[in-house]
């Protein structure tokens, strides 16, 4: 996370005090591990749909690692590995199991749930960094794919910034991963420009329209583990969309009310050009500081 800061010049943003207070994001995972001390400043409510167990717990490590990224504290490591937005809460809902695998149905029960609380939780940003390919399923997917993409909207219809994760099937075109692939959600895609692993984030188009709309750090990068204050590092457009997500999360602080179209629209008039194609890329890469505060 340290070098995910520095890159993105987040730490500019955090000295001026800009540091995600007061903003909610759930987090759709497989859980988290409230123990660790990065972590214990910021859940704020926990719901399980996949065993229904009321204390918060992360079986897998990777719904701990997410939540490091959005809003660890960074205290075990000393702030070298404080996450995006230290100072925003956490619902997390754990909808995948130990494996890291989940059915559409706990998702949906999720999403419902989220839909249910967002005003009591006061949820404003919803992180999804899972997903599941679109193309040679059985029929009965298909409709769970489609019930999932409208959930979804309907989280956005309400109001909430939905980010969700390209994927890592690529780098063939058409390999974003449902429900990234939905019109309305913000699709995150890896920028790591240098990094051999970079052609796995999957890439457009996605119902004739350009996917991923953004691109952020996601390789290598060091976050929260489900051990005692213990570290990991993990790649994928499942780390680069927790970034974005933290990033949303700091302009939602310093601009309170912001709507939904207009962050997405700050994502696009602010990324920055990789030069990439535009299935690969989106808008670009992720730019902090001016999408925050309206300079590079």
Same mark, same amino acid.
């Given at each position: 996370?340290?070098?995910?800061?520095?890159?993105?010049?987040? =730490?500019?943003?955090?000295?001026?005090?800009?540091?995600?207070?007061?903003?909610? %994001?759930? %987090?759709?995972? $497989?859980?988290?591990?409230?123990?660790?001390? =990065?972590?214990?400043?910021?859940?704020?409510?926990?719901?399980?749909?996949?065993? =229904?167990?009321?204390?918060?717990?992360?079986?897998?490590?990777?719904? $701990?690692?997410?939540?490091?990224?959005?809003?660890?504290?960074?205290?075990?490591?000393?702030?070298?590995?404080?996450?995006?937005?230290?100072?925003?809460?956490?619902?997390?809902?754990?909808?995948?199991?130990?494996?890291?695998?989940?059915?559409?149905?706990?998702?949906?029960?999720?999403?419902?749930?989220?839909?249910?609380?967002?005003? &009591?939780?006061?949820?404003?940003?919803?992180?999804?960094?899972?997903?599941?390919?679109?193309?040679?399923?059985?029929?009965?997917?298909?409709?769970?794919?489609?019930?999932?993409?409208?959930?979804?909207?309907?989280?956005?219809?309400?109001?909430?910034?939905?980010?969700?994760?390209?994927?890592?099937?690529?780098?063939?075109?058409?390999?974003?991963?449902?429900?990234?692939?939905?019109?309305?959600?913000?699709?995150?895609?890896?920028? =790591? &420009?240098?990094?051999? #692993?970079?052609?796995?984030?999957?890439?457009?188009?996605?119902?004739?329209?350009?996917?991923?709309?953004? %691109?952020?750090?996601?390789?290598?990068?060091?976050?929260?583990?489900?051990?005692?204050?213990?570290?990991?590092?993990?790649?994928?457009?499942?780390?680069?969309?927790?970034?974005?997500?933290? $990033?949303?999360?700091?302009?939602?602080?310093?601009?309170?009310?912001?709507?939904?179209? #207009?962050? &997405? #629209?700050?994502?696009?008039?602010?990324?920055?050009?990789?030069?990439?194609?535009?299935?690969?890329?989106?808008?670009? #890469?992720?730019?902090?500081?001016?999408?925050?505060?309206?300079?590079?």
């Amino acid at each position: 996370m340290n070098n995910v800061r520095k890159v993105l010049k987040i =730490d500019e943003l955090h000295k001026r005090g800009i540091k995600g207070r007061g903003v909610n %994001v759930a %987090v759709i995972d $497989t859980g988290v591990f409230a123990g660790h001390n =990065d972590l214990r400043h910021c859940i704020i409510a926990f719901k399980d749909t996949v065993s =229904d167990r009321i204390s918060a717990y992360d079986d897998n490590g990777h719904g $701990t690692h997410v939540t490091g990224i959005i809003a660890g504290s960074g205290m075990v490591s000393g702030g070298l590995y404080r996450g995006v937005a230290p100072e925003a809460g956490i619902v997390a809902v754990k909808a995948l199991n130990g494996k890291g695998r989940g059915k559409s149905g706990s998702v949906l029960r999720a999403i419902d749930w989220i839909i249910k609380y967002k005003s &009591k939780y006061s949820i404003s940003i919803v992180n999804i960094s899972v997903g599941t390919l679109a193309g040679d399923i059985a029929k009965s997917e298909e409709i769970e794919n489609i019930n999932l993409i409208n959930a979804v909207e309907e989280m956005w219809d309400r109001g909430m910034v939905v980010v969700v994760s390209a994927g890592n099937n690529g780098p063939e075109n058409g390999t974003v991963t449902v429900p990234g692939i939905s019109r309305k959600v913000i699709t995150v895609g890896v920028s =790591d &420009k240098n990094d051999k #692993m970079v052609t796995y984030s999957g890439r457009g188009p996605a119902n004739c329209i350009m996917k991923p709309e953004i %691109v952020a750090p996601g390789a290598g990068i060091i976050s929260c583990s489900n051990r005692t204050n213990g570290y990991a590092s993990k790649s994928g457009t499942s780390m680069a969309t927790p970034v974005v997500t933290g $990033t949303i999360a700091l302009m939602k602080a310093e601009h309170p009310g912001i709507s939904n179209k #207009m962050v &997405k #629209m700050k994502l696009r008039e602010s990324a920055l050009d990789l030069h990439y194609s535009k299935q690969h890329q989106g808008w670009g #890469m992720i730019n902090p500081v001016e999408m925050v505060l309206g300079k590079g």
